[in-house]
């Protein structure tokens, strides 16, 4: 069976609990069953809104940094009265939407989980 697991936050990028718990659910899943995760990853220069794959174990790995206004990986230097905002206007995000609904397109698991934390 093929699983996919979505999440904002993924190795190396462990903030909170989700992340953690989200890793062992992969780890354990990909003895048993083909998994895909799909997670963000820090901006790295305009290729980073493009999907990339990576293997980790049995693990298949797409990771892309969303055209957000606000990013939990820079959520130290943001303040917090700006989180009601980004929730506000991030609440449906059309770019992260077409990237994964193109993965989805792709590699059309069987089931798909998704997982949400807000670790900012």
């Not at 220069?45 to 969303?66: A, C, Q, T």
């Not at 449906?92 to 997982?115: A, G, M, Q, R, T």
Request: a neutral charge.
């Amino acid at each position: 069976m093929k699983l996919c697991q979505i999440t904002n936050l993924y190795d190396p990028w462990i903030i909170g609990g989700t992340e953690r718990y989200v890793e062992r659910i992969v780890n354990e899943l990909s003895k048993d069953h083909d998994v895909v995760l799909i997670t963000t990853e820090p901006f790295n220069g305009l290729g980073s809104f493009n999907p990339k794959v990576e293997h980790k174990d049995n693990i298949k790995i797409y990771r892309f940094f969303p055209i957000n206004v606000y990013h939990t990986y820079y959520a130290k230097s943001n303040p917090d009265a700006i989180k009601p905002i980004w929730h506000g206007i991030d609440l449906w995000n059309p770019h992260s939407f077409y990237i994964v609904k193109k993965i989805l397109e792709k590699e059309k698991p069987n089931i798909c989980l998704l997982y949400t934390s807000d670790a900012a």
